[in-house]
């Protein structure tokens, strides 16, 4: 590990800087409910990648099976090839990074598309701010996308559970439909990230303006 790896370390990352600007919207949601949401998030972007990767899928929780298939339709639908899965990015004049889900090569006209997906109940706010980031780490490092969305795997039905023997079982697993949400000129979005960059450079690197 050389000297810049070292320090790309200590950057910090786009999602840190989001949850400094979320907080309080984050602190009227229970802290189980927030991690369930997250270990949650993580296997089912998991499964995404495997399956776009077109690796062995094993067999999922019944509870995440429905969000996993909600965007293997979409992706088979709109998508001709992936291109990069998972990939993390570094700026080394602002000090921050951010790792992306997928970059892809749409059917539709061949565009190429960063895809950010989102198994959350609600859409945020912070989602374009997140990608306007992504963007700006992109360019910096020579990616290209000429679109971004947020594919959110959204329940529109919730799990049905039933109480046997003091055990809680699922009967009907969740219904999800994949949403594809296209996020056209990032301009304002990169602002507010910049502005939320900065203000996290004074208050919590104790950087001069």
């Given amino acids: 590990m050389n000297d810049l790896d070292i320090e790309r370390l200590n950057y910090v990352r786009v999602s840190t ?26 296997k089912i972007h998991n499964y995404c990648t495997t399956y776009v990767k077109g690796l062995w899928l094993p067999e999922m929780e019944a509870e995440y099976a429905p969000y996993v298939q909600a965007f293997i339709d979409w992706y088979d639908k709109k998508v001709k090839k992936i291109l990069f899965t998972n990939t993390r990015l570094y700026d080394d004049e602002k000090k921050i990074t ?3 889900d997928m970059i892809v090569q749409l059917k539709e006209n061949n565009r190429i598309a960063m895809l950010d997906l989102k198994t959350s109940a609600n859409v945020s706010r912070s989602w374009p701010v997140q990608l306007a980031a992504y963007k700006h780490l992109c360019e910096v490092n020579g990616f290209h996308p000429e679109i971004y969305y947020n594919i959110h795997l959204k329940k529109t039905k919730s799990a049905i559970f039933e109480l046997k023997e003091g055990i809680k079982t699922m009967v009907t697993p969740p219904k999800v439909k994949s949403v594809e949400i296209p996020h056209g000129d990032l301009t304002a979005s990169w602002e507010i990230f910049s502005s939320a960059l900065t203000c996290y450079n004074f208050f919590t690197r104790k950087e001069a303006c």
């Fill in 98 to 100: 951010g790792e992306f």
């Fill in 17 to 42: 800087i989001i949850a400094k600007q979320t907080a309080d919207e984050m602190a009227l949601i229970s802290p189980d409910v927030l991690a369930n949401a997250g270990y949650r998030g993580t």
